[in-house]
């Protein structure tokens, strides 16, 4: 059964940092893409980055510059550093296996509790 579980979610300053944390168990973590999305209420879900199995990345145009991607695949790990955080980030963030299709990246699997980052201004 595959399993991606969320951490690392917080209450911070407009300025701060913090660092989000995916941890998969129940599949063959170095071959997916993976992926951070987002969710503020009222709003639509977005994909704001991505990382390839071959290390590639990249990122919503409202992050560019602000947030890093990695991954730890000897630990099945995932990781989003989010830098000089803005009012505006504050949503509901989810880890996610990526499949890319005709109409670009799209998640795989059901969509978990996701880790609560609240931005104050």
């Known amino acids: 059964q595959v399993q991606l579980v969320e951490s690392g979610g917080g209450l911070v300053q407009a300025g701060g940092s913090l660092r989000l944390s995916c941890a998969g168990s129940?599949?063959?973590?170095?071959?997916?893409?993976m992926g951070w999305y987002r969710q503020a209420p009222g709003k639509q879900r977005e994909l704001v980055a991505h990382i390839t199995s071959g290390g590639s990345t990249n990122y919503a145009d409202s992050v560019k510059g602000r947030f890093t991607i990695s991954r730890d695949n000897a630990k099945n790990m995932v990781y989003l550093q989010m830098n000089s955080l803005k009012p505006e980030d504050t949503a509901v963030y989810y880890c996610?296996?990526?499949?890319?299709?005709?109409?670009?990246?799209?998640?795989?699997?059901?969509w978990g509790q996701g880790t609560q980052v609240t931005v104050s201004s």
């Open positions: 129940g599949i063959t973590f170095s071959i997916n893409a």
């Open positions: 996610k296996r990526l499949i890319q299709t005709a109409a670009g990246w799209g998640a795989l699997g059901s």
